[in-house]
């Protein structure tokens, strides 16, 4: 399958269309659920009786409402979510050795290395490809340049290469919460305390109105780091 085919085939389509494309050609597929922007494809996919697999990342760190929001999910679409968990020897050796807290000294990196990073590599061994719901304008620093089909230099897939498809790319803010509020999809409560971007309580603050949606994610560091590790290595095919 070439990337380049599927990103001239592909780029121009809404993401209902980008969906059902993917699903006709693509096996071994997951959808990655965090926030509101993952909903809306699971939303989408599950009306379209594409019936999919769907996993999420478990930090054990995560605020009690995301726990919750997790369940309300499962349930409204009567579907199971792959819950993810860290490695608990790694884990543990890093909190005895550093604490719980040494992301705010050391910086992130190890931490998502360990709770996101290594369990998502594990579960992607096993996929030809995943769907993730980042956009264009979540950051200028890191996602500016996203397209909907890439190849994942990050992680390695179930023959090798893995792709990525990022359907709502090109969607903004507005059009993800319109979807949501017109068909009443479920959403996480911390939304509409402030919180954009979503991720380990002790890392995620709210954000006001003229802030980049990242800039509530690990504040004490510089805008250009705002991503944990999944997102970070990806090449764009043109």
């Not at 250009?224 to 990806?234: A, I, T, Y």
């Amino acid at each position: 399958m070439s990337i380049q085919t599927l990103q001239a085939e592909l780029a121009q389509k809404e993401p209902r269309e980008i969906l059902k494309s993917i699903y006709s050609q693509v096996d071994n597929i997951a959808i990655s659920f965090s926030g509101a922007e993952d909903v809306v494809l699971i939303d989408m996919a599950c009306k379209l009786g594409l019936k999919p697999t769907v996993f999420t990342l478990d930090t054990g760190r995560l605020h009690p409402e995301t726990y919750r929001f997790m369940q309300t999910v499962m349930d409204h679409y009567q579907l199971q979510i792959a819950v993810l968990a860290p490695e608990q020897e790694s884990l543990n050796k890093l909190t005895q050795e550093k604490g719980l807290f040494s992301f705010y000294k050391d910086g992130h990196k190890e931490c998502c290395g360990i709770r996101k990073v290594a369990p998502l590599r594990r579960y992607l061994g096993g996929l030809s490809a995943w769907i993730t719901g980042q956009r264009r304008d979540q950051s200028k620093a890191t996602r500016d340049s996203l397209d909907v089909v890439e190849l994942d230099g990050a992680f390695s897939g179930k023959d090798g290469e893995l792709i990525k498809f990022n359907p709502l790319c090109h969607w903004s803010s507005e059009q993800v919460w319109n979807y949501i509020r017109a068909l009443e999809v479920p959403f996480n409560p911390l939304h509409s305390q402030g919180f954009i971007s979503i991720g380990c309580e002790p890392c995620t603050r709210p954000t006001l109105p003229h802030q980049d949606p990242r800039e509530g994610r690990w504040w004490w560091e510089e805008a250009d780091n705002k991503e944990c590790g999944l997102h970070s290595s990806s090449i764009i095919s043109k």
